[in-house]
């Protein structure tokens, strides 16, 4: 190894000598300023064969079934096979390559027909080229003289966003994922409730209260946290025993808290939960806010692809009357992680009045085109990924009829599903499915027998975690479970991909 890295030195030392003998070499700080630092032509092959082996080892294995859906192994021996050590010298590009193909290896396969673990699967092609499109031209979406085209597609892709939703107009931007967008949209909230805190901060404010369902995404509590209001302020609203929050009891709490001498602002409705995928009755819910005069933010990021669907865009009935709404793309309608939008009713330039921090040396304001195109100040970031593009490539593809059949689909899978485990001795169905999420038991044979009390839920909570375990071992399936509000372990399967396919029956 010494040896090895003592002649890369003595290397390099020839080619830099060779330099300096040269013309019009120019040396700073012992640094060779032009002569070339990488070799392109080398470079433009590595990335030739690299796009190969994706190509051979991911797009085209999609939507083979008899591969792995993962290779798994435990963390210390897959540290060891990946060699993940960085060292002071670089390796060849076959040692590259090689890590490359480790990489796939030993990587789940979220595109597998078999993967039912996440409210994300499959492939999309239109997608993943746009993905490619945005690395190999490493955008950032702030200006419009750096990112022109990206920033025009986010505009057309929102607008259009806005359409489903039903509102005649309103603003939005695209996010590092929907707890983001559903932090925005607190922080959103109560700079309309009380402008004075952009600059004045949390001290002299009334004790704010928001409210959220019990089955609400954990990322409530996670930005109530991070934006300094508090987990204890955000007052959970029970839920039925489909996972819908009840009315009645939001209203009883907006009541209660404002008999403590708080301020409640805010209300976040979830529309598809992540368990059960359950909607919660907005109508009601804005009904209520209108009385209080609360912030209606509906967390739509998994149910939200429902509104591309004539048959059923009637679960999100009421929508129209939320102030912001967070939708992803990359869930159901497969448009790549990260795609994660978040939609607000407010055109007067709410969002931008929020979180703009003008930075002269970015937003300059005598610029020789249209300034309002430069909408990077309505983010907290400052570089951001054109993520909206993939979503755009994909839907110009398919047209909106492509992807309303995508989420019709998805659906009548999750309906066969749940037929099909009726008919099934040791299935077991936690409750008739609203969406795409279906819960179920698997009984094993040696429980079918045994009588329903406390020691039979206590083994049946047992079976989900092993047959997880032996199915990714075996590399078979994957799929979720989890115990849920007093039940124990049960499967979560959610079956949205395109390479998912029924087998015929025979007769």
């Known amino acids: 190894m010494l040896q090895h890295e003592s002649f890369l030195h003595l290397l390099v030392g020839v080619c830099k000598q060779e330099m300096l003998q040269k013309k019009n070499a120019v040396l700073v700080d012992g640094v060779i300023l032009n002569g070339p630092i990488m070799d392109s032509k080398a470079g433009e092959t590595f990335v030739e064969e690299a796009c190969k082996i994706i190509m051979e080892e991911v797009v085209q294995k999609a939507d083979d079934v008899t591969e792995k859906v993962c290779e798994w192994q435990a963390p210390e021996e897959l540290k060891q096979i990946l060699d993940l050590e960085m060292r002071d010298t670089g390796e060849c590009h076959q040692k590259i390559l090689q890590h490359c193909r480790d990489v796939i290896k030993y990587s789940v396969k979220t595109n597998h027909p078999r993967f039912f673990n996440q409210l994300y699967a499959g492939i999309d092609y239109y997608s993943l080229v746009a993905r490619f499109i945005t690395e190999a031209l490493n955008p950032s979406v702030y200006t419009y003289e750096v990112s022109p085209v990206f920033l025009l597609v986010e505009e057309a892709v929102i607008k259009k966003m806005i359409e489903f939703?039903?509102?005649?107009?309103?603003?939005?931007?695209?996010?590092?994922?929907?707890?983001?967008?559903?932090?925005?949209?607190?922080?959103?909230?109560?700079?309309?409730?009380?402008?004075?805190?952009?600059?004045?901060?949390?001290?002299?404010?009334?004790?704010?209260?928001?409210?959220?369902?019990?089955?609400?995404?954990?990322?409530?509590?996670?930005?109530?946290?991070?934006?300094?209001?508090?987990?204890?302020?955000?007052?959970?609203i029970k839920t039925d025993e489909r996972g819908k929050m009840i009315p009645e009891e939001l209203e009883k709490q907006v009541q209660r808290a404002r008999k403590e001498g708080s301020a409640p602002f805010l209300v976040c409705a979830t529309a598809g939960t992540t368990v059960l995928g359950a909607f919660d009755p907005l109508d009601k819910i804005a009904d209520i806010c209108e009385k209080h005069g609360l912030w209606l933010h509906v967390d739509a990021s998994w149910g939200?692809?429902?509104?591309?669907?004539?048959?059923?865009?009637?679960?999100?009935?009421?929508?129209?009357?939320?102030?912001?709404?967070?939708?992803?793309?990359?869930?159901?309608?497969?448009?790549?992680?990260?795609?994660?939008?978040?939609?607000?009713?407010?055109?007067?330039?709410?969002?931008?009045?929020?979180?703009?921090?003008?930075?002269?040396?970015?937003?300059?304001?005598?610029?020789?085109?249209?300034?309002?195109?430069?909408?990077?100040?309505k983010s907290i970031q400052c570089s951001r990924r054109p993520d909206a593009f993939k979503f755009w490539l994909?839907?110009?593809?398919?047209?909106?009829?492509?992807?309303?059949?995508?989420?019709?689909?998805?659906?009548?899978?999750?309906?066969?599903?749940?037929?099909?485990?009726?008919?099934?001795?040791?299935?077991?169905?936690?409750?008739?499915?609203?969406?795409?999420?279906?819960?179920?038991?698997?009984?094993?044979?040696?429980?079918?027998?045994?009588?329903?009390?406390?020691?039979?839920?206590?083994?049946?909570?047992?079976?989900?975690?092993?047959?997880?375990?032996?199915?990714?071992?075996?590399?078979?399936?994957?799929?979720?479970?989890?115990?849920?509000?007093?039940?124990?372990?049960?499967?979560?399967?959610?079956?949205?991909?395109?390479?998912?396919?029924?087998?015929?029956?025979?007769?």
């Open 394 to 507: 994909m839907w110009k593809a398919l047209g909106t009829t492509g992807l309303e059949e995508r989420v019709n689909r998805a659906l009548a899978l999750a309906r066969y599903l749940v037929e099909e485990i009726k008919k099934r001795e040791g299935f077991q169905l936690l409750l008739e499915p609203e969406y795409a999420n279906v819960c179920f038991w698997y009984i094993p044979p040696s429980l079918r027998k045994m009588e329903d009390g406390p020691e039979f839920w206590q083994k049946l909570h047992q079976v989900a975690p092993i047959i997880k375990e032996r199915m990714m071992k075996k590399g078979s399936m994957m799929l979720g479970y989890q115990p849920h509000r007093g039940k124990v372990n049960f499967f979560r399967q959610v079956v949205i991909s395109p390479q998912e396919l029924i087998e015929s029956k025979k007769n």
């Open 165 to 236: 939703i039903g509102w005649e107009e309103g603003d939005g931007i695209f996010n590092p994922g929907g707890s983001v967008s559903n932090m925005y949209a607190m922080n959103l909230a109560r700079y309309k409730f009380c402008p004075e805190i952009k600059e004045k901060g949390l001290s002299g404010l009334p004790r704010l209260v928001l409210f959220a369902s019990e089955e609400c995404h954990y990322s409530m509590k996670k930005a109530a946290s991070f934006l300094g209001i508090g987990t204890e302020n955000v007052y959970f």
């Open 304 to 377: 939200g692809s429902a509104l591309i669907s004539r048959k059923h865009h009637r679960l999100l009935h009421g929508i129209h009357r939320a102030d912001s709404v967070a939708w992803n793309p990359h869930k159901m309608l497969l448009a790549g992680i990260q795609c994660c939008a978040l939609l607000v009713k407010d055109n007067s330039g709410l969002l931008k009045r929020c979180y703009s921090a003008e930075a002269a040396y970015l937003f300059q304001q005598d610029k020789f085109y249209d300034v309002s195109y430069d909408t990077g100040d």
